[in-house]
């Protein structure tokens, strides 16, 4: 029986497996997955049990019956849906205890280019009969850390959000809620709306980046077609291009927006504000 957490070669998956140590669980009982243990190493060296598993393959023979089970949403877009298929295939025939899987904020009627998959997967989770806790993370504020080197380079934070606001959180804050909840007892059957206390608009994402900066930086808001031109001229691929606007339209119509308290009330204290956030990211690029 284990903690077993998938992904935990990703930023993520890895952050979990920390906030577990922190919590007190042995080593010994965490199960960290991913295609490939040799990023695990250093996981290894501390106690913590390693194991291959890859969404493109079948599971079986690493998931044990009354393991506690979190799935760490895959990262290839458009395949999504299949390879968290093959892992709860994998985890009913187990027998694991129960499942927490990392979704989308309002994922069952977000309007977001990534929400069908998880929703998809969600329904897939419900028709699998094991017990279930679904974590719906909002934006992670680390997708906009890019964002500060081209602010610097550039002095504007370039997007086509009409002023939608962007509940977002630290990984490490949502990564936190999901070891409460696999650590914790009264979450099954649960759905989590998770995102950070304070929304922010890309006017406030660009007054933190100047503060850090110590230099004027301005948001430049422009309509999709233009962000979608600027965005190809910058030397954008086309898949990527279309993903961008496609975020910043749905971010417009407020869908990385929410008033939820979840995840504060999880972790048992505010989120990370924004500039707390961003003087991080500068200070890591200045040592």
């Known amino acids: 029986m284990a903690i077993v957490v998938t992904g935990a070669t990703g930023h993520f998956g890895r952050l979990v497996v920390e906030s577990l140590l922190e919590r007190g669980v042995p080593a010994g009982d965490i199960l960290a997955t991913g295609r ?3 990023r695990l190493t250093e996981l290894q060296a501390r106690g913590v049990r390693t194991a291959v598993l890859d969404f493109d393959a079948p599971a079986d023979g ?17 395949q999504r849906a299949r390879q968290h298929q093959n892992v709860i ?17 309002d994922a069952a009627e977000s309007d977001l280019i990534l929400a069908p998959e998880h929703k998809v997967t969600e329904e897939a989770l419900q028709a699998s009969g094991l017990p279930v806790t679904i974590l719906r993370n909002g934006w992670y504020t680390e997708n906009f850390e890019p964002a500060l080197a081209q602010a610097q380079a550039t002095g504007a934070v370039l997007g086509s959000t009409a002023g939608g606001r962007i509940s977002a959180a ?3 804050d949502f990564a936190e809620a999901a070891a409460v909840v696999l650590t914790t007892e009264g979450h099954q059957g649960k759905v989590y709306e998770l995102a950070g206390d304070n929304s922010f608009t890309l006017d406030d994402l660009a007054t ?4 850090v900066l110590n230099t004027e930086v301005s948001h430049r808001d422009v309509d999709a077609d233009t962000h979608r031109e600027m965005l190809t001229a910058a030397g954008l691929d086309e898949g990527l291009v279309g993903f961008l606007v496609a975020v910043d339209q749905s971010t417009a119509q407020g869908a990385l ?7 504060s009330q999880l972790i048992g204290r505010p989120t990370e504000p924004l500039a707390t ?11």
């Open 36 to 38: 490939s243990t040799e």
């Open 62 to 78: 690493v998931l044990s019956a009354g393991d506690v089970l979190l799935l760490v949403s895959a990262s290839e877009v458009g």
């Open 89 to 105: 295939d994998a985890a009913v025939r187990a027998g694991v205890s129960t499942i927490a899987y990392t979704s989308l904020l």
């Open 170 to 172: 630290p990984r490490a």
């Open 208 to 211: 933190a980046f100047a503060e």
């Open 257 to 263: 927006e929410s008033s939820s308290t979840d995840l």
């Open 277 to 287: 956030t961003v003087q991080g990211w500068s200070a890591s690029r200045a040592a």
